[in-house]
């Protein structure tokens, strides 16, 4: 509960600082509307302390009006020339199929979150992967990614709607956004979870924590919505189904003047550099075994015969063999290709763990004791730099056939 003393001189010093418009000025004194999210925003600026919030006592508070399981989509732009309008990211639709079990499991309904300038009919791709509602916001405001403008949307759905469970993707968007939302309404948030599972009715959200050594089990049983991150890649698409899910429109008053931010100049690159690894269908990474930059650009050629890219281990990112936005693994990116083949990397487990759900894992490695060989469905033991040449020969040769 937010209450204003006598105190109030009317300075009106917490209405510009209000994320959420929710303060006005009435007969010169502060007056909260139910727009207020008890963010505190406001008490931290009243230079005569006249603003006071009581928060419920977390560990009685009745939880039984949240229900449901959210999933952030995050839209992003059609890198293939003549599509207008944006697509769902992929990690959306894995969110979607990890979502359907864990409402299935609590017996909720599982509802998308989207935010956009204009619907293209998203319910269809939303709905094939389980969701039954989308909660759509449709806002010229909306055409583009803003933290202050998104996380006072996302706040103001989960006021009115009082989710049981948010999931985010673990992207450069969803962790800017869920943090800020954490913070506005004063719950926990768990980044970066690998799996997620039901227990006892709570959301069990596991990461793996001191350098991915041990897997950490959170549970959040004292505030709702139960808030995670999630890496793209991790969780497994669910088969499409025939189902499109039921279109809420939500009318949400959204304050320009909270931008802090203005996006002044945008352009849209559609090139080789700018694809993302974690898009690839096929990945030949290498590690601190390839021994110098010159070396590594046999991967190149081997990469672009299979239609694929290169990645590289942590190792040889720091060796500057490739650039850090091709490093697989826990502090780089999560990816699950069809084909990922793994030259002169070890396997140590923080590079395991971005990697192990590609579909087949070829490793080569000169020590057949090597850690990757535990994960891969095919193992060449021997020098990379005899093997991989001859591997780019072969192709070839079956491509010109
Ligand atoms: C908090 C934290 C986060 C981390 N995050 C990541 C991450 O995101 N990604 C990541 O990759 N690592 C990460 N690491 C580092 C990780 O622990 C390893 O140090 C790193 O993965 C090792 O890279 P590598 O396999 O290329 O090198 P090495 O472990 O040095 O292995 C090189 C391999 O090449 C083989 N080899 C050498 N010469 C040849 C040859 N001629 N032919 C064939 N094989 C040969 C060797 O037998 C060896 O197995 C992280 C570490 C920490 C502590």
Redesign the pocket.
């Known amino acids: 509960m937010i209450t204003v003393s006598n105190k109030c001189i009317g300075c009106g010093k917490c209405v510009p600082v209000c994320p959420f418009a929710a303060v006005q000025m009435i007969d010169k004194k502060a007056v909260m509307n139910e727009a207020c999210t008890f963010c505190g925003a406001c008490v931290q600026v009243c230079p005569v302390d006249a603003i006071t919030i009581e928060r419920e006592d977390p560990i009685h508070k009745d939880f039984s009006a949240h229900k449901g399981v959210w999933v952030f989509i995050e839209l992003e732009d059609a890198h293939t020339k003549g599509k207008p309008a944006k697509l769902i990211r992929k990690v959306g639709r894995e969110l979607l199929s990890e979502g359907r079990k864990l409402a299935d499991t609590l017996g909720e309904e599982l509802c998308a979150v989207v935010l956009t300038d204009k619907n293209p009919g998203y319910e269809k791709e939303i709905g094939a992967y389980g969701a039954d509602k989308v909660y759509l916001v449709e806002n010229s405001e909306l055409v583009e990614y803003n933290t202050d403008v998104f996380s006072t949307v996302i706040v103001a759905l989960i006021n009115r709607h009082k989710p049981s469970v948010c999931l985010y993707p673990a992207t450069i968007m969803g962790r800017d956004l869920a943090p800020r939302v954490a913070t506005a309404i004063y719950v926990g948030l768990t980044a970066d979870c690998t799996a997620l599972s039901i227990k006892d009715g709570l959301l069990l959200q596991s990461r793996p924590a001191f350098?991915?050594n041990i897997m950490a089990d959170i549970l959040s049983p004292n505030s709702r919505p139960q808030m995670a991150t999630v890496r793209p890649n991790v969780m497994k698409l669910s088969e499409p189904i025939d189902k499109v899910a039921v279109v809420i429109n939500e009318d949400i008053k959204i304050n320009k003047n909270i931008k802090r931010v203005k996006v002044i100049e945008r352009k849209i690159v559609h090139d080789k550099a700018s694809a993302k690894i974690e898009n690839s269908d096929v990945i030949v990474s290498g590690?601190?075994?390839m021994?110098d930059i010159n070396k590594f650009k046999v991967l190149e050629e081997l990469a672009s015969s299979l239609n694929g890219m290169v990645g590289a281990?942590?190792?040889?990112v720091d060796l500057g063999f490739k650039e850090k936005t091709r490093?697989?693994?826990?502090?780089?990116t999560t990816v699950s290709p069809k084909l990922y083949v793994a030259c002169?990397?070890?396997?140590?487990v923080?590079?395991i763990v971005?990697m192990k759900s590609s579909d087949i894992i070829i490793a080569?490695?000169?020590?057949p004791n090597?850690p990757i060989f535990n994960v891969a469905k095919y193992g060449i033991v021997?020098?990379?730099?005899n093997i991989v040449p001859k591997l780019v020969k072969a192709v070839q040769k079956r491509i010109k056939k």
């Open positions: 350098g991915g590690g601190r075994g021994k281990s942590r190792a040889a490093q697989v693994g826990q502090s780089g002169g990397i070890s396997g140590a923080q590079h971005g080569i490695n000169k020590d090597a021997g020098d990379v730099h």
